[in-house]
């Protein structure tokens, strides 16, 4: 079984969050649940025994932001940002 990280399931949870949702839950086998399934992604990554992530609009943001910035200073500087 592939593991998701956090990053990976907000890149697949982009086109959720275009859509108007808000919060999203995904695990690290890749299933992704509406904020209104929270019981069933918490009851499914009990059963698969994978952690359980919660993802938001902000940590979306949050990223664009950090790169953005990364861009930024590689182009003032001519190296590539942490």
Do not use: P, R
């Amino acid at each position: 079984m592939k593991i998701h990280t956090k990053k990976e399931l907000l890149e697949k949870a982009a086109h959720h969050f275009e859509q108007g949702a808000k919060v999203m839950y995904g695990t690290e086998d890749g299933n992704l649940f509406h904020e209104k399934d929270k019981h069933v992604a918490h009851n499914h990554s009990k059963l698969a025994k994978v952690k359980l992530h919660v993802l938001s609009l902000e940590d979306i943001e949050a990223k664009v932001d950090a790169e953005l910035d990364s861009e930024n200073t590689e182009t003032k500087t001519g190296k590539k940002g942490k």
